[in-house]
């Protein structure tokens, strides 16, 4: 869940951080898994869309990739981690998290916005992908994503972690 890495700096202390985290543990993998059998299905049933697509929001998704791969590491790597070191894998986790669901949010709002095609190749240039209406997208999807992190957190925590959740919820909706 994105949602829970983004709303990650809003709960400081470790107990919540760890309880957060175990939330998640087992069904992480599920957000990775579907975007790459997405990439997988537009490859096998649209081959020119996938190569128009990808040829135009070659950047963003890149970016969305080492955001995923920051974050997966993080997971991994943050409780096996020394008791100094952890910070640096929480942070791993807060910027792969904001990372992948802004640049993905990017990348759906040029897709919607248009991509330019000339005989079934893309026609635009590396950066045409930039423009408010996909930043804001962007941003919009990770507030969405952090509205989804903190009704998670009321559905799978209680108590004192729970309570700010709630708060959180009715600031983000």
Excluded: C
């Amino acid at each position: 869940m994105f949602g829970t890495g983004i709303l990650y700096p809003f709960f400081k202390s470790k107990e919540d951080s760890d309880v957060m985290m175990n939330t998640v543990a087992p069904v992480w993998d599920g957000n990775e898994t579907w975007l790459v059998l997405g990439g997988t299905g537009l490859l096998a049933a649209f081959p020119v869309a996938y190569v128009v697509v990808l040829s135009a929001l070659y950047l963003p998704l890149v970016l969305m990739l080492v955001g995923l791969i920051f974050r997966g590491g993080a997971f991994e790597f943050r409780f096996k981690a020394r008791e100094h070191e952890r910070h640096f894998w929480d942070k791993a986790f807060i910027g792969g998290s904001f990372a992948a669901t802004f640049f993905q949010g990017v990348a759906l709002g040029a897709y919607i916005r248009g991509i330019p095609v000339s005989n079934r190749a893309y026609a635009g240039g590396p950066l045409d992908w930039i423009s408010p209406s996909s930043i804001f997208t962007g941003v919009g999807l990770v507030v969405a994503f952090a509205l989804l992190g903190s009704t998670w957190l009321i559905m799978k925590t209680e108590g004192s972690l729970q309570q700010r959740a709630y708060r959180i919820t009715r600031w983000l909706a």
